[in-house]
């Protein structure tokens, strides 16, 4: 089955104790990306992948860090969270069909930063 | 720099009935896509249309369609004969066509309730 596996889905930290959110997706996809949904602001671009060693910065980076060594592996990098990245997290993936770029997103990730 | 805008909030629509879901979008990029996404009250986020701002015809996808006028920068979704399973939230949704795919910019979102 084709899919986006985030883990955990949820995660409780406290401030400053460094996290990763893993992310993994099974259809040889080249992009992905990761985004951070809020009330009232919708889903925001952190990170996003071009492909393997590609990286580059959405619009809400601060905070976060990325690393794409493997094409099917997108980890989300906290090194020392902070209560305002309290949020859901989403990770996606695509690769193009022509021009179009649909996405695929995984489940999502609730994370708490008391 | 790109920019999706969503100015309803909240929607309520009758069973059986249509409903149109604004969107309006500003962009620099000459050629881009445009897309709606759905998420459920269980969180996960569904693709369901995408239009290209060089198709000449709107895009449909079942009860979806996407009312794309270029030239007032809207790209509506239209969703027919409403069932119970449409509540939830609406994403609009942009990313050029012509290298930078992966900068996709959202918008705040449209709740829709549907009403037996």
């Known amino acids: 089955e084709a899919q986006v596996t985030q883990n955990p889905r949820y995660l409780i930290t406290v401030t400053g104790k460094k996290l990763t959110v893993t992310c993994s997706q099974n259809m040889n996809h080249e992009y992905m990306s990761w985004y951070r949904q809020d009330p009232g602001l919708g889903l925001r671009q952190i990170y996003y992948?071009?492909?393997?060693?590609?990286?580059d910065k959405g619009d809400v980076p601060e905070g976060y860090k990325v690393s794409r060594k493997e094409k099917r592996n997108f980890p989300l990098i906290l090194e020392s969270p902070s209560p305002n990245q309290t949020s859901l997290y989403f990770c996606?993936?695509?690769?193009?069909?022509?021009?179009?770029?649909?996405?695929?997103f995984g489940a999502g990730t609730r994370l708490s930063v008391l | 720099a790109q920019k999706i805008t969503q100015t309803q909030p909240g929607m309520f629509v009758q069973e059986k009935e249509a409903v149109t879901l604004d969107c309006t979008y500003d962009t620099s990029d000459q050629s881009y896509g445009l897309f709606w996404y759905k998420q459920p009250s269980s969180g996960e986020m569904i693709f369901l249309i995408y239009q290209g701002s060089y198709d000449e015809q709107n895009a449909t996808e079942g009860r979806y369609s996407l009312n794309f006028q270029k030239a007032r920068k809207s790209a509506n979704l239209v969703i027919s004969a409403s069932q119970l399973g449409d509540s939830a939230m609406y994403f609009c949704?942009?990313?050029?066509?012509?290298?930078?795919?992966?900068?996709?910019?959202f918008g705040i979102g449209t709740k829709l309730q549907v009403i037996p």
């Open positions: 996606a993936s695509s690769s193009l069909q022509g021009t179009k770029n649909i996405q695929y």
């Open positions: 992948s071009m492909n393997v060693e590609v990286t």
């Open positions: 949704a942009m990313s050029p066509n012509s290298g930078g795919y992966q900068k996709v910019t």
